[in-house]
């Protein structure tokens, strides 16, 4: 690359001394700091005299707040560069969005961008996804959210959402929301522009909308209110937690509890799933420590009459043994799905990944409804914890009613409950073009390629799967294919190459998908399968669960606080690109973005603080005389009628 055009900037860099350098890195140092705890910018100058008191030099110039957030910038601008850095050697690409309220009040669109990596260290095709912007839509309705598109994209060089400037994006993702995916929405609009889109509707959400269908109006509401008031009950009282933590204590010599927390888990939040389950296994290792406290809670003359009912009426219901044996029931049943939820909560995560642990969820909840519910671990264990003695039941040491009605629901209905999951669960994938996943899994899926070549030896099938995935394929993406330099039409026979090659040199049957393909792409064959590769990275691009975005609003919520809810946009996207996959404090570079900030315009790094203008110290400044005229003139004020 011809460097002489930058010559007078590299003459600029050359003059900047070691010392400077150092001071800047400190203060860079400082601001990276302050954005990763997610400080206000008023700590900048607090910090840095801090340095200066500890006997590290920093200078006498940029010490002041507009100084730290203009570092800020720069350091977020070093990642965007770096991201681009990333995405150039990418072909394809896919955007995530997601939308949510911030604490002042205003709408908040995030949007991800997603690539497929094929030259990572740990030698796996990684589908990777990074922070790309957030943008305030004008209105939350389809032609807002097609703005907020358009500026994200224009971030990735697409100058507006056309076939022409698009034409290497596949694929989008948002959640079901109807200005998503509404005729009239921003799926509507987008696609008439850019026809071939993949639209998603993240994964992870219709799992957990799924779980929320199969267990209404089922016995699961009645814990799931159970699992809110007990957390209510202690969440803004350090005398009841206290109370209760002593309570554990004194019971550990009686109990063994299975976790060593104290507190009622809260059981809602972004993944819903896990969050309930946590919520019950808490229920169910410390059950006689909280029903010995709310019994004492309802005895004490401190508390109010009418608290006392409503805890009185509380404890009667959560001596139910429906209760107790409904948290170990319903952990059992929400654990595979809880598994799936957090796969899909992965950074990494490509579509084969996340279908195929989608599949083996529905195998595992099959599974278990084809077990007797005796032999369910969590469900039995519990059982055997109850005790009878002198005709009364107690589980940790504290008495439960109703356990053989119970016992029948739950033996009676539990083949019903993972059959309803089950259900819901395909009944939530009915929004998919199912045919297309399934072309998607016979290309990408490389276990399974002995049996395509079985099957092209069938007698009684002449066309096989792969052949139809791949002309299905390559017409749906004919137009960023052939952007790519791709020639649709050699395709087939370049797979039908690299099965054979794989299927003689590589052993599918127990090498990970992503390890096979990893190795197809750096075979010394590559060359010669472009067009197939091609179209296997725009596969791995495509977009599947918006569970990063969901990690990025509560990042966003912790930055943007009520104390800083006048954070402009830019100062939050600014703060939100170095927070997302941020590095270690130890571990930050400064140089980078001390380059980018010497470039951007010329700098003063030894200027010291500027002093105020003539005309303005003279206003802040009296004589004696002027002093004296103003005491007379007080004084006469104040004697005046």
Known sequence: MDTSSFAPILKILNQMSEKDKEMLRIKFDIVHFIATQQLAFTNYLALCELEKKHGVNVGVSYLNQNAGKTFCHFIAESKRVELRKKLSKSIFLSVLMDGSTDSANIDDELFLV???DTDSDDQLVRTNMSYL????????DGKGLFECLQTSLSRLGMSCISSEQCKFLVGIGTDGASANVAAAGLKGLVEREVPWLYWSWCLAHRVELAVKDALKDTCFQLIDDMLL???YIYEKSPKKCRELEEIITDLRQFITFNDGGIKPIRASGSRWISHKLSAMKR???????????????SEDSSVKSLDQAKLRGYITKWSDAKYILGCAFFSDLLTPC??????LQQDSLDILGAFSSLLRTVQELKKLGSKPLLQWSTY???LQRITEENGTTSFQQQVIRNVDRAKTHFSTHYEKYCTAVTSCLKNRLEWTDLEFIRDVVIILATQGWEKLIEEQDHVEQPVPNYVSAINRLGLKFKIPLEASGVVVASILQEFQDIILYATEFISLSSTNYQTVWWKIFHTPNAASWTNALKLAQLLFTLPVSNGKLERIFSTLKNIKQSKRSSLSNELLDDLLAINVDNVMIKDFNADSSIELWWKAKSRRPNQHARKLSADIAGESEHSSSELADILEDWDTWMDSD
């Open 114 to 116: 997603t690539w497929c």
């Open 380 to 382: 039995s264990s519990t």
């Open 229 to 231: 008031r007990l957390y």
């Open 338 to 343: 809880a598994i799936i939820s957090k796969v």
């Open 133 to 140: 912007c957030v943008a305030r839509p004008k209105k939350v």
């Open 283 to 297: 229920v169910l290792s410390k059950f006689g420590a909280y029903s010995s406290h709310l019994i004492a809670l």
